[in-house]
């Protein structure tokens, strides 16, 4: 693409080009160095991103280890995203101190609160004293990248640019999944998670501060459509006509503090709901629900970030193809509801694969990206609708109003989802007494106490050993004829006789069963050790001779001492953490998918409530009046540089 060249103001001294606090450009620069500038930004959004949600991977190794409780955990968020809301609103300086050097020192603090703070935090005061300050940083740079983005992506391009943004929080998530999933394995204290990510931060910080730069005010003040925009836009700026950047400046929050703004703001942040749940919380949802380790947890989480980055930047093209956005935010819309119902729908249903899950992450991804690159590119458009000069600020009511929903969301789900608490705090040693004891853990837990400490005060007590047994061999996947067959020998009173029988009795009548003697020993034990007649004690007597009976007993006896053993194996010490929590830990099991599922169901109707919000942005819904448009934008532009040149 060709345009006209006029004169330019000469660039900044050397001295002052050298300097690494001035970064400001006075002029656009070329394709080239236009792009450099914005992969710096695309690369420094991905680390804060990356930085920022690091934690969620080793989330309960983190609870586990500095003592805190879910709860805890959730408030940590809940601080954080409140701190970062107001930071956000800080970030308005971006045009006074400079975004790039914002972005800069930004990288450089977060860096070091990633490699030297945290995961030396001793304790969950500590931890939270140190999250509470990332956020606040990552609050003002996370404003000032995306100012960034449009100060270097005429409106034509915004999509693409954009696309490529949102991929910051999206490739940030992706990082954080792939390299703990790739990683736990062999590096599996949670500390190593955080010395990546910080030397990750620490190298982009060095490569913002060599080669990131950011427009005059002049420049990035006014209103640019296209590149062919950039001759007049120079030519504005070289000759000191068109923006006054200080009257437009005077009162910028009263232009951006308009209901189509807050509006679309508002809506774009409980349409990310799912997304911001999924970010702190897949691990943990996975691990408590479905029992995924970590590592399952977070390669499952991959198939949801990796659509995701895709869709974005198909999208962000696409839509710049067609120069709309609004379509593309109504179908991302749908398409995203369609495929978080589905995953809401499954919550419940424990027999849901892996890869089942991995389509509803697929389906929700690429909707979720196709409407959030559209609101992206539309939500600068429809600032710069009301004044360009104000796009950090206009970001910035962004940011906060993102940042306080997802502060209120967080503490309506800790209200919402108890039952993770307890999971996640009582759960994880009652999951080790399992793994290490598992035939004794069923049998401990599968029946019932009350019945076996009425069994142990009264073992002539047949129907409740009967009953009591039973529940031993379902415990250990006994065939239900197995189960009947062994209580049937217990209720019939077999078990008993032969118990009453002496051991030498016993095997004197299996040696010949034709032993008289023998025989009427046998039943004089059984008369007395069971208290019946003489007659009842010849018929359980030889009833132990058929070989159902024998295999009954068998079975009987095989689950009495099964059922003896379990807790000498188990311990007395986890026998009594059993006692103390199993019931509320069984409880907590039972309740936390239904629970995760109304969560999901609010996440739906935050998409849903999303879609009417789109009528209040800025731009076409028809490819073909939006190049009529443009090109009407474009014969206006022609008239005035070649009045400028005039003059």
């Excluded at 930085?51 to 968020?77: C, P, R």
């Excluded at 061999?473 to 118990?499: D, I, N, P, Y």
């Excluded at 040696?511 to 007649?533: F, N, S, Y």
Aim: one cysteine or more; aromatic letters at 10%; charged letters at 15%.
């Amino acid at each position: 693409m060709t345009t006209t060249r006029v004169p330019v103001l000469p660039d900044a001294s050397p001295a002052v080009r050298r300097s690494l606090w001035n970064r400001q450009l006075s002029h656009y620069p070329d394709t080239g160095l236009r792009y450099l500038y914005l992969a710096i930004t695309v690369l420094s959004t991905v680390v804060l991103y990356y930085e920022l949600y690091v934690s969620g991977s080793v989330a309960t190794q983190i609870i586990t280890e500095l003592g805190m409780s879910f709860s805890y955990f959730v408030w940590i968020s809940v601080a954080g995203n409140a701190v970062g809301a107001f930071a956000s609103l800080f970030a308005g300086l971006a045009d006074r101190w400079g975004r790039a050097n914002l972005v800069v020192g930004g990288l450089l603090a977060t860096g070091l609160i990633i490699l030297f703070g945290l995961p030396h935090a001793p304790n969950g005061i500590t931890y939270l004293v140190l999250y509470v300050l990332l956020s606040f940083v990552e609050g003002v740079v996370l404003v000032a990248t995306p100012a960034l983005m449009r100060d270097f992506s005429p409106q034509v391009g915004r999509g693409a640019a954009m696309g490529f943004w949102t991929l910051g929080p999206v490739l940030g998530s992706l990082v954080v999944t792939t390299v703990s999933s790739n990683t736990l394995n062999h590096h599996p204290d949670w500390r190593f998670q955080f010395y990546v990510c910080g030397a990750a931060g620490l190298v982009v910080f060095v490569v913002a501060l060599l080669g990131l730069r950011e427009l005059s005010p002049a420049l990035r003040d006014q209103l640019m459509v296209n590149m062919r925009d950039r001759a007049l836009l120079e030519a504005r700026s070289a000759r000191a006509k068109g923006v006054d950047t200080a009257r437009e400046l005077k009162d910028p929050w009263r232009q951006m503090l308009r209901f189509g703004i807050i509006g679309s703001a508002f809506a774009i942040s409980v349409f990310l709901l799912l997304y911001y749940a999924l970010v702190g919380f897949a691990v943990v949802y996975f691990a408590t629900t479905f029992g995924y380790s970590d590592q399952r947890a977070n390669a499952l989480a991959n198939w949801y970030w990796a659509f995701n980055a895709i869709s974005l930047v198909v999208f962000g093209l696409l839509s710049d193809k067609l120069r709309v956005r609004k379509p593309f935010m109504v179908l991302g819309g749908i398409v995203s509801v369609v495929g978080t119902v589905l995953f809401a729908l499954a919550a419940t249903e424990p027999d849901t694969g892996y890869h089942t899950f991995a389509l509803y992450f697929v389906l929700g991804s690429v909707g979720g990206g196709m409407a959030y690159v559209a609101w992206m590119a539309s939500f600068t458009e429809t600032v710069e609708k009301h004044d360009p000069a104000a796009t950090a600020v206009g970001l910035a009511v962004w940011g906060w109003t993102l940042r306080l929903v997802v502060t209120f969301s967080l503490v309506v789900l800790t209200f919402i989802v108890p039952a993770t608490s307890t999971l996640v705090e009582k759960g994880a040693r009652i999951t080790a007494i399992q793994q290490e004891h598992p035939r004794q853990f069923a049998i401990v837990t599968g029946i019932d106490s009350a019945l076996a400490a009425r069994v142990q005060k009264d073992p002539t007590d047949r129907e409740g050993l009967a009953t009591l047994l039973g529940q031993v061999a379902t415990a250990e996947g006994a065939r239900t004829a197995e189960v009947r067959s062994a209580q049937s020998a217990v209720r019939g009173g077999q078990l008993a006789a032969a118990q009453a029988v002496a051991p030498a009795t016993m095997a004197a009548i299996q040696a010949d069963p034709r032993d008289t003697a023998a025989q009427a020993d046998a039943v004089k034990q059984i008369m007395a050790g069971l208290g019946v007649e003489r007659a009842a004690a010849v018929k359980l007597l030889a009833g132990l001779g058929d070989p159902g009976t024998q295999q009954g007993l068998r079975l009987a006896a095989r689950y009495a001492a099964d059922l003896k053993a379990a807790p000498a194996a188990i311990g007395k010490a986890d026998l009594a953490y059993l006692a103390a929590h199993g019931a509320e830990v069984a409880k907590a099991a039972q309740d936390n998918p239904r629970q995760w599922q109304t969560w999901w169901w609010v996440c739906v109707g935050g998409q849903l409530l999303f879609l009417p919000f789109v009528f209040l942005m800025a731009g076409r819904w028809s490819p073909r009046r939006a190049r009529e448009d443009e090109r009407a934008h474009d014969a206006l532009v022609e008239r005035e540089l070649a009045a400028l040149k005039e003059s």
